[in-house]
């Protein structure tokens, strides 16, 4: 998978004086499980308050989809995109959830936050 | 797009003395994207607590209505409409969701918010 | 449009040991607007604590009935009924939401609260 | 009605060192209305953290059977209901939530609650 | 029944250095009543924020197929469960939620937490 | 349990000259089951098309809660209720389903019809 | 209450050629009932295959409000109103449902229908 | 797996002469994977119109828990059931359709039907 | 608005010797009311039997926005789409409904349908 | 893409004496699009009569997974797979449904039927 900092995009925080949440809902994420080789699906709702920095969504779709063929266990891919939209995007605020489908009748969800006024 | 202060009209609040909170939900927003030149769809929800001045519904309606080919990205156009109700109203709390129907399998909603109180 | 205090009915709280609530919902509250004449739709829900006092119910939907002939705006009618509601059973806590069909594509809820610990 | 201590059973928590919480749902829920003799018809949900007592499923269907027939007001019945649990459990924290269906348009909800930690 | 300890595996959490939950829902689950011989069906839900270790999906699926001719009380089932995860995982926070299908009109849901920032 | 003659009142039909159809939906049906004395909770649909005569609302609930303590079985309340209709009401055709609530997690529902056309 | 021939307005159908369906849905529609003097509410729902005419939908909003005050039984209303369509459309298929809610625990659906090819 | 006609009960129709429906859904069947070991979760629902003869429900209840345990693919399960049924009941007709949880991503309903007028 | 046959593209059906159907579903269709000026918003849903043509998606999409500004009643723009699309993929079957939002508590929908075969 | 034969596996009807019917649901069907090399997400849903062959469900989801990164048009991957499906099975009976989520707000099902009865 190539380097995220080549495909994410972002762009300026218009409005850096004032607290705002934007969230962003991916019901159409998949990537492959390491264990089995067999696709898995799910939903990612990312939430954050941009400090000076706000992704772009066409490349943040990119992004997801590089994924696609990617083998790799639902709490590292998590863990991973929240890594890399930390350090892209420094945000004030950020919550992933990353809620797979059922696999063998049991379903999870992830969900990884930070808040920097709580540091 | 012409200046909101001659379409929003205001009345003054009947109860000035209490604390109450008027919900407007407006689900037929709609713009158009800067990027693209396609339209754009979303849900506004705005929350707010009257200080001395309530927003009239009718003229509310016909402000929303002028975005309808505007060209104005997501976070733009929830931070204006929000600045103008701040600057029109004064109120004491204000909260303006703006959920825009999905793109690219992607959607996205931005939220603002202002507590007096919490100032 | 009657005096409430003729209307309304109470009795005495069989409990006024206990901090309990009651929630009373009426999807069939109707009155009319005072700019268009047209008729206005919404649904009530009380939610209050009572103290010595509780409002009777069958009283209570002959209250509201009176309003199906009124001309009263949207915040208007719903303080109004909250005035009424508080002066007659003098609650620990009282909240009245009054959510309101949709009029040009638009929706409107108004949500008067008291609470007399936060007093 | 016969003595609810007659008809409903307990037994020992096996777990007194855990606080955890317990929720029965039991929508068939009927006893007649005082005035007009009709039939009321609700839901109630028990929501209690036992300290040494647990409540026998059996048995608290029976009892709640036993108001089949009775002539009591709605404020009456959840009241009732809640004091005997109270006696019978003396559990660390208990709500008891009344949802009757609507009549004349109106339905509504009794709430009683208690919290050992919060006298 | 088997011991758990030589069916549920764990695996060590590659992220310990962030508070993070994992959710994982389990609509399969079934017991038999002790009382009556009949089966019990119901939902688990496992909330945890890992610490060293996270639980292997497959293998807690096995484990809890164990119980599916365990004659076990709702309220025991839960319990022991949450204990095997605790001693297993000795989670920072842990919730585990059992609800049960209806019997005789009754739905009972048995709830479970942990929180070792709180003790 | 009476003579529904002598509790069903009914009406003249005013539009004999028209095939329209008619349905009542009493989701507050309650028997006792013969066999255990426990109660049945249930909800008939009643859908018919008038010849002469049509069925008037207060009296068919005042009919339908005379099965209050009843010890009847599905089948036959809901056929006996259809007899019932058939002969006090003669209708061009009439439908009677009765859904009754879960028993040891399974649930019946019983439909009779009548179709004169078809005979 | 009115001639509803001062107040339905009535327009060309541009499409005399072709069978086309039009659906109208009135939620907020309210009478009195003649017995208790209790208002009742209903959603009308009328389908109609058009033949030379359609129906104005300012007007028959305003047709419909006339029953505001006015003390007519379920099938009387639905009927009256069915025969004025009939009257003043001549269409070639119309159906009218009229449900309205419930009434001491029992909801009441009239539907009346016509086909010119049927008859 | 023993003989079903040790444990299914029947009863005679009352009104064989009168064409009827009877719809019964156990949303709690289990059976187990033959190829996995696994067990398998899904709802059946029977819909049939008696002849003479009707089916008792819990031995119904009692019959469907004898496959807990039985090695069985879907499409053998529903149809040997409906044998069963068809044997025993011998009714005029028959609908058996079982709907399976997902597996794998792909859930499965297998539906089987007889109609004894179609002949 | 400019010529649609200059908009919308077609393709050639790659499968004329089957009767398929292809169902498109458009919930961002708005256009201007003629009388007030004020826009409507709708949901389109297009049902199609191809015979040699099919309508490319992307253009379809263009083509609908043209009434973005364009002022036309709810019968004629459904029944003008209706032919447009008659007219230039000549269908063995269409359907177009025609679902628009509530105005002054009303709410429309315009079907119009052909079926070659039954010509 | 490699050849369907080698991939899907059928086993042989064990009831071809009955007319039953098999309802496959696969919510996780993913391909891209030929045009703009994105992917495109959808439901599949195959129903089928039997005649001698049934296909076996998790050679299924791994022939359905080969089209995960094959560029193909809706209309084309619907049409292909159920030719492929009519080979290999011959069902008396197959409808194949491919519900495809939105683009540009714009959302698609393509449903292919054949029945051999109507030959």
Redesign the interface.
Known sequence: MSDPRAILETFE???PG???????????F?SVCPMTG??D?GTLTITYTPDRT?VE??S??LYL?GF??EGIFY??V??RIFDVLMEMLKPRRLKLAAAF?????????????HDSAAD
Chains 1, 2, 3, 4, 5, 6, 7, 8, 9, 10 share one sequence.
Not at 18 to 28: A, G, L, M
Not at 101 to 113: A, E, F, K, L, M
């Open positions: 925080n218009q409005f004032r607290d705002y949440v934007i969230e962003i809902v991916c019901p159409e998949t067999q696709p699906f706000c969504l066409k943040l779709k989809q696609r063929n709490e590292n998590t863990n489908t059922p696999r063998g009748g049991i379903s999870t969800t992830v969900t990884v936050s």
